[in-house]
């Protein structure tokens, strides 16, 4: 076995970009083969005490419609009317058909509670990295959404989860549009973020 080199790796990393669903390809598929070699990868993220404590719900073809109504119908019922607004309440009924395949990954509690819950999240969030990245290796754009209707009751109900589990996003994936120029993106210089210790 050959692995990647520390370059190439880095390429990848460094080229993962988030591509909004307005971006994607609506009408070419994405093959279910594909879609579970992303979430095996996804499923050998580091997690502590081995819970593997995801679950993800692909959703494609004409469930996205389901989900697009589930969006906005709970959002409009579980928004306070001060903080309703119109453009985020068309959007949640228009992004799920605007990507091919949708996934909400979800964390799932187990073990009584042994591993502590900011733990079980951050597993599931290295996940979500490897689906990305896994993704941008295709050739296949992708886009971590997280509007705050994921956290309602509602739409636990909706998915079909228990309380104690989250939706931790909704990753968007899609071929990108022929002659998408792919976008850019800064980071701060990266030794404004070490404090090397010696001695
Ligand atoms: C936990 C998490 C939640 C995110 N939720 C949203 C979101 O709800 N809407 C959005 O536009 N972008 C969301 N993003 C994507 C970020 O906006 C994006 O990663 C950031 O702008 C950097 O761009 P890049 O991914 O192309 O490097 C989310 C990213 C993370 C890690």
């Known amino acids: 076995m050959s692995l990647p080199s520390l370059t190439d790796t880095s390429t990848l990393i ?40 995801w679950k993800f719900h692909v959703y494609s073809g004409a469930a996205r419609q389901g989900l697009a109504e589930g969006l906005s119908s709970i959002y409009q019922r579980t928004t306070p009317a001060a903080d309703f607004r119109e453009d985020k309440f068309k959007k949640m009924g228009e992004n799920p058909l605007l990507a091919p395949v949708i996934i909400a990954c979800v964390m799932e509690r187990s073990g009584g509670g042994k591993i502590p819950e900011m733990e079980e999240i951050e597993a599931v969030s290295c996940a979500m990295q490897n689906m990305m990245l896994s993704a941008t290796a295709a050739g296949l754009g992708s886009f971590w959404s997280s509007p705050p209707v994921l956290e309602t009751t509602d739409f636990q109900n909706w998915l079909g989860i228990r309380s104690e589990d989250r939706c931790m996003g909704l990753l968007y994936l899609g071929w990108p549009k022929p002659g998408l120029v792919w976008p850019r993106s800064m980071r701060q210089p990266v030794s404004s973020k070490i404090t090397w210790h010696h001695d």
């Open 14 to 53: 460094r080229h993962r970009r988030s591509i909004k669903p307005v971006d994607m390809d609506a009408a070419r598929t994405v093959e279910p083969e594909l879609v579970t070699e992303l979430i095996e990868n996804a499923t050998w993220a580091p997690n502590h005490g081995m819970t593997e404590p």
